[in-house]
């Protein structure tokens, strides 16, 4: 766990300087401090540590997800999912029980949710969170997430029909890695210590 400071930038979109926590996420994010949900894409030139919360240093992990003690639960319980710890009658996988689950968070519809929220909402900071130490995210990152984005980039360009989005062609295959990966942590790697009745269901 390393420590670092709040960092301020200008935004890409509307040139509004913003400061929070700095995150290097498909480009340089600042998240805000108030909303772990709400991250901006910034100018990397306009980049700099915000000199008045230098002695106000937070702790945060030594990679690309942010995660922090409030996220602990939402993480938890994204590792027992991954565990088969959801509802098997009313889901048909862990990837859908995940869908869902972050669609009770987010207030949103689940047909609304894709892939990418479960990677950057769920999959990833829970990997970060309990996987850190092995370096699983850092290899993720750059064998696997960035070739993804950058094929899906090249795609986009070759589109005739901009009304149709594109789906990534291996986008199962990202998260059922990170979904194998959580669901061979042991209950003391994840800090879990809930006694759990039998018949338990995170969602």
């Not at 000199?51 to 027992?80: A, F, G, H, I």
């Not at 098997?88 to 996988?93: I, R």
């Not at 950057?120 to 970060?128: D, F, I, K, Y």
Request: aromatic content about 12%; proline content about 5%; charged content about 30%.
């Amino acid at each position: 766990m390393g420590t670092i400071i709040l960092h301020k930038g200008k935004r890409i979109d509307t040139g509004e300087e913003v400061t929070g926590y700095l995150v290097k996420m498909m480009g340089h994010h600042i998240i805000m401090p108030d909303d772990e949900n709400t991250a901006y894409p910034v100018k990397e030139e306009s980049i700099e540590p915000d000199k008045t919360t230098q002695d106000s240093s937070v702790p945060q992990p030594d990679n690309r997800w942010y995660v922090n003690k409030e996220m602990l639960p939402r993480l938890q319980n994204t590792v027992l999912i991954c565990k088969g710890w959801y509802d098997k009658d009313k889901y048909q996988d862990v990837y859908d029980a995940l869908r869902a689950y972050w669609a009770n968070i987010g207030g949103l519809m689940i047909e609304d949710v894709c892939y990418d929220h479960i990677l950057n909402t769920l999959l990833l900071p829970a990997c970060e969170a309990f996987l850190h130490k092995r370096q699983f995210c850092d290899i993720f990152y750059e064998k696997m997430f960035k070739q993804d984005i950058v094929f899906r980039n090249f795609q986009n360009k070759l589109k005739k029909d901009k009304d149709t989005e594109w789906q990534p062609m291996n986008a199962e295959y990202l998260v059922d890695t990170l979904i194998n990966a959580l669901f061979k942590l042991s209950r003391d790697e994840f800090f879990d210590d809930r006694d759990l009745p039998p018949g338990f269901h995170v969602i």
